[in-house]
């Protein structure tokens, strides 16, 4: 309904113009002569009559063409295809013709860098910022995520835990839901790498160095215990993240993650030797602040992947 009389304001328009421009443009007939015209006067009043014909008719379509270009412009408008600065330079309007005026352009932002927030189109992602207290821990090993935001799995990426030294290394690792991870054996005797997570538990049977290194997909977020069933004291802790919304806490505690859609967010700090803490905080345009306070977690001896106390093999 709205554009339909959009659509007749622009038709009513071009009558009206047509109208200033006809009767601008046009001269009165002249009064009839008393006396029979000549031949001669005929056909000057003739070529007159033609040459204001011709005229009128350039007038018309000019004013048609333009009336044409407005109307095509206004359905773009209306269909979200174009923006008021696509208005043609031919889009003229003839003198006298009464036509609207152009749409307002649409806000630009701020420059980057600017400091000023547009309030019209309001950033829909902002900063966190945290400070992480440790009593009697260390910050080597400590990460902060957004456990409320997921991506797509990521695809095509690689991350490798060696064995080596009957040892894995890196013992601790922070990868992106949908990363393949490759456990080369680096050692001359055989290890068997197995998880009994149960949100995503594997065993990748025994092999060692020569053999082809075996890996697994890990598509659940989550913490996953890494252990090998032939040494005890080989383990490795792997925390899958559900979005690239992750990073390391600094030496100081302190940590940023930019980029957290707004709203409200839920944040873990993890940390092997600890237990994890988690908030959840409203991030607002002028982003977020929080704080956590980390309690060390115990060391517990854990089983085999049968679920039995290891044997007598020598770690």
């Given at each position: 309904m709205t554009?339909?009389?959009?659509?007749?304001?622009?038709?009513?328009?071009?009558?009206?113009?047509?109208?200033?421009?006809?009767?601008?443009?046009?001269r009165a007939a002249p009064a009839a002569?008393?006396?029979?015209?000549?031949a001669q006067d005929t056909a000057a009043e003739v070529a007159?009559?033609?040459?204001?014909v011709r005229d009128q008719r350039q007038l018309i379509m000019q004013l048609v063409r333009v009336e044409q270009e407005h109307y095509d412009l206004l359905l773009k408008l209306i269909q979200g295809r174009a923006s008021p600065s696509d208005v043609p330079a031919s889009a003229t309007v003839p003198p006298g013709a009464g036509l609207a005026p152009a749409a307002e352009p649409a806000p630009t932002a701020p420059a980057p860098g600017s400091g000023a927030v547009d309030v019209k189109h309001p950033p829909r992602t902002s900063v966190l910022r945290g400070k992480v207290a440790f009593p009697g821990g260390s910050f080597k090993d400590v990460y902060v995520?957004?456990?409320?935001?997921k991506s797509p799995p990521a695809r095509g990426h690689t991350f490798e835990i060696a064995q080596r030294d009957k040892q894995f290394v890196p013992q601790v690792a922070?990868?992106?839901?949908?990363?393949?991870?490759?456990?080369?054996?680096?050692?001359?005797?055989f290890h068997n790498v197995f998880s009994p997570t149960a949100r995503h538990p594997f065993d990748l049977g025994s092999y060692r160095a020569g053999d082809a290194p075996k890996s697994v997909e890990l598509t659940s977020p989550g913490v996953v215990d890494v252990f090998c069933n032939m040494?005890?004291?080989?383990?490795a802790s792997v925390l899958v993240v559900p979005s690239p919304l992750y990073g390391r806490v600094a030496p100081d505690g302190s940590f940023e993650l930019q980029g957290v859609p707004l709203g409200a967010r839920k944040i873990v700090v993890w940390s092997p030797g600890s237990k994890p803490a988690e908030q959840t905080i409203d991030v607002g345009?002028?982003?977020?602040?929080?704080?956590?306070?980390?309690?060390?977690?115990?060391?517990?001896?854990h089983n085999n992947k049968l679920g039995q106390p290891y044997g007598s093999y020598k770690d």
């Open positions: 554009i339909d009389l959009k659509l007749d304001k622009v038709v009513l328009r071009s009558i009206l113009a047509l109208g200033i421009l006809v009767s601008r443009n046009g002569r008393p006396t029979r015209p000549s007159r009559l033609q040459a204001e995520y957004i456990e409320n935001v922070v990868v992106q839901r949908g990363t393949k991870v490759v456990f080369p054996n680096y050692d001359s005797v040494h005890s004291r080989m383990h345009p002028g982003g977020a602040d929080v704080s956590f306070t980390l309690e060390a977690a115990p060391d517990l001896p």
